[in-house]
């Protein structure tokens, strides 16, 4: 895109015609002037063409040659064409590359895919299981705060996890929110 506009702005400074190569070898003069808005379509043209050669060739093949019927028609006085050719030039170089969605295979009736679950029995443990993972992140932070109560959260914290990976999950849970409101309530001013 810089080459692009660096020569652009090169073309214009010296006044010599600039030229604009697709990977086809097809050269794209560029346009006259813009005095007028068939010369202002024609310069639109051909910065597609350059725009489309850079990120679909197959694409700028076809605009080029269509820029260039636009360019021969303008120079023969032939507007209204010249005009159809520029607008035909930019479809083609707006034209989407075509490219290949890979499918995904079709699941097999009475193939179930491996779904990732919670490794728990009940929703007991489950919510157990939150309460010490929450627990052991605000003893931490308790821990590295200096807060006075955080021995005694500790405490409170093993004892939860104790009553945790023995099934106690209602035991589990009370120890694991004694825990979280000791450091919340000696942290508070």
Same mark, same amino acid.
Request: proline letters at 7%; one cysteine or more; a neutral charge.
């Given at each position: 895109?810089?080459?692009?506009?660096?020569?652009?702005?090169?073309?214009?400074?010296?006044?010599?015609?600039?030229?604009?190569?697709?990977?086809?070898?097809?050269?794209?003069?560029?346009?006259?002037?813009?005095?007028?808005?068939?010369?202002?379509?024609?310069?639109?043209?051909?910065?597609?063409?350059?725009?489309?050669?850079?990120?679909?060739?197959? +694409? &700028?093949?076809? *605009? /080029?040659?269509?820029?260039?019927? $636009?360019?021969?028609?303008?120079? %023969? =006085?032939?507007?209204?064409? @010249?005009?159809?050719?520029?607008?035909?030039?930019?479809?083609?170089?707006?034209?989407?590359?075509?490219?290949?969605?890979?499918?995904?295979?079709?699941?097999?009736?009475?193939?179930?895919?491996?779904?990732?679950?919670?490794?728990?029995?009940?929703?007991?443990?489950?919510?157990?299981?939150?309460?010490?993972?929450?627990?052991?992140?605000?003893?931490?932070?308790?821990?590295?705060?200096?807060?006075? +109560? &955080?021995?005694? *959260? /500790?405490?409170?914290?093993?004892? $939860?996890?104790?009553?945790?990976? %023995? =099934?106690?999950?209602?035991? @589990?849970?009370?120890?694991?929110?004694?825990?979280?409101?000791?450091?919340?309530?000696?942290?508070?001013?």
């Amino acid at each position: 895109m810089r080459r692009l506009l660096l020569t652009l702005l090169l073309g214009a400074a010296t006044t010599a015609v600039a030229t604009a190569q697709v990977p086809t070898g097809v050269r794209v003069p560029t346009p006259p002037g813009a005095t007028n808005s068939t010369a202002s379509l024609l310069f639109n043209a051909m910065m597609s063409v350059a725009r489309a050669a850079a990120t679909n060739p197959q +694409a &700028a093949t076809t *605009a /080029a040659l269509n820029y260039s019927v $636009a360019l021969q028609r303008y120079g %023969a =006085g032939d507007l209204n064409g @010249a005009q159809s050719s520029a607008i035909r030039a930019m479809i083609e170089a707006n034209t989407p590359q075509t490219t290949t969605i890979p499918t995904i295979a079709p699941l097999v009736p009475g193939e179930h895919p491996r779904i990732d679950t919670y490794p728990a029995d009940s929703l007991a443990e489950i919510d157990a299981d939150a309460f010490v993972a929450r627990a052991r992140g605000v003893v931490a932070a308790c821990t590295t705060q200096h807060l006075p +109560a &955080a021995r005694r *959260a /500790a405490v409170l914290l093993a004892d $939860a996890q104790t009553d945790d990976a %023995a =099934g106690r999950w209602f035991n @589990a849970k009370v120890d694991a929110a004694s825990a979280i409101d000791l450091c919340a309530t000696s942290a508070r001013p």
